[in-house]
Each structure stands twice: as C-alpha cells, then as structure tokens.
C-alpha cells in the first residue's frame, strides 16, 4: 500500500485517466473528488459489502425456495 500525504486542492495521478483532488479536511474526516473515464467503476467499498451480502442472503433463499419447490413435487408423487 502506498500511503502519501496530501493538503486541500492538491492530487493524486493514477496512470494517465484517474485523478484524485483532496477537496476538504474537516474534523477528520477527508472529502476527496475522483476524476476518472465513464467505464470505470468506482464504489464506495462498505457498499460493495452490502451488496455482496444481499446476493448471499437472496442466494440462499433462493435454494431454500427450490428445496421446497422439490420437495413440494416429491410428496406430490
């Protein structure tokens, strides 16, 4: 991990398309802004974790709504 020091207006360059400007500090908390080309994602990583929660938790029901679909037709026959 590179870890540099940066003041308010000052960037940082990521190869030639991504651009990040620090744009306040206040109370310790840091408000950065993030120039980059449409096609690149950029997320929020606690929204990633959700989002890969809520696939899990729809997953599982998932099966469990196929298992007793299955054992819906089994006891049917």
């Given at each position: ?33 993030i ?24 997953n ?18």
């Amino acid at each position: 991990m590179l870890i540099i020091s940066r003041k308010i207006d000052e960037k940082i360059k990521i190869g030639d398309d991504i651009e990040i400007v620090i744009v306040d500090i206040n109370k310790g908390q840091v408000k950065i802004g993030i120039n980059a080309p449409k096609n690149v994602p950029i997320f929020r990583e606690e929204l990633i974790e959700n989002i890969k929660n809520e696939n899990k938790k729809a997953n599982k029901e998932i099966e469990i709504e196929k298992i007793n679909a299955l054992t819906k037709v089994i006891n049917e026959n």
